[in-house]
């Protein structure tokens, strides 16, 4: 069964994305808190959030490892994962944030859902949660038959999960993930498709962070 890599090539309005897949264990690179033991794969949301904002934005590419190597250097790496407005601000004060396509202006954990969509909708980006504790990127916004939308980077391609399906209105074609279900016994007995690239509710974002692009 050929389960879905690191990597997920997609292209979409105009754009091609390398969007990283959380879900696949090859992500071992260290992203420890204290020495927790932990790896990208169970703690690195943010960091692949952050990657798919920068792709989006027009800036350098995002080396996950790096940054994760940055955010634990300069108290990016938070106890429950990435702490935002930490990261972004060494970003922006170290000339991260500029080298990857976007400004942050210290906004850190604002709930002014107009504010967002208005942000989304100029061309910018973001990073929120759709559920507590899990980062994902926005990068685009519309409205449709009055319902505003935004579209979600999602490194753990949740777009099926009992939290978040519910506000998910389009998922985009090309953004599968296929991942393995494995049984009690830890043994591979099927396999799930979630997507990556979906398109989702303002209403369900929660505690957002603004990403200011710097150019096209």
Not at 23 to 35: A, D, F
Not at 174 to 180: A, H, N, Q, W, Y
Request: charged share 25%.
């Amino acid at each position: 069964m050929a389960f879905t890599g690191k990597y997920i090539a997609v292209d979409y309005d105009g754009i091609h994305y390398e969007l990283c897949n959380q879900r696949c264990r090859e992500w071992t690179h260290p992203y420890e808190w204290e020495h927790n033991g932990s790896m990208l794969c169970n703690a690195g949301c943010g960091i692949f959030a952050i990657s798919h904002a920068a792709q989006y934005l027009g800036g350098a590419r995002v080396v996950p490892e790096e940054l994760a190597d940055f955010a634990c250097m300069t108290g990016g790496r938070g106890d429950d994962g990435t702490d935002r407005p930490v990261l972004l601000s060494a970003m922006e004060e170290h000339g991260l944030a500029k080298k990857h396509g976007f400004s942050y202006r210290f906004d850190g954990l604002r709930n002014d859902l107009d504010t967002l969509h208005d942000h989304l909708l100029k061309g910018n980006a973001a990073l929120c949660n759709l559920r507590v504790g899990h980062i994902v990127a926005l990068i685009g916004g519309r409205t449709i038959d009055g319902e505003k939308q935004v579209l979600a980077a999602d490194p753990f391609s949740e777009s099926a999960d009992l939290r978040v399906r519910d506000a998910v209105r389009e998922c985009i074609p090309g953004s599968e993930v296929l991942s393995p279900i494995k049984n009690d016994a830890g043994l591979i007995c099927g396999s799930q498709e979630t997507y990556a690239l979906f398109w989702a509710t303002l209403s369900t974002v929660k505690d957002f962070n603004l990403l200011y692009r710097l150019s096209r």
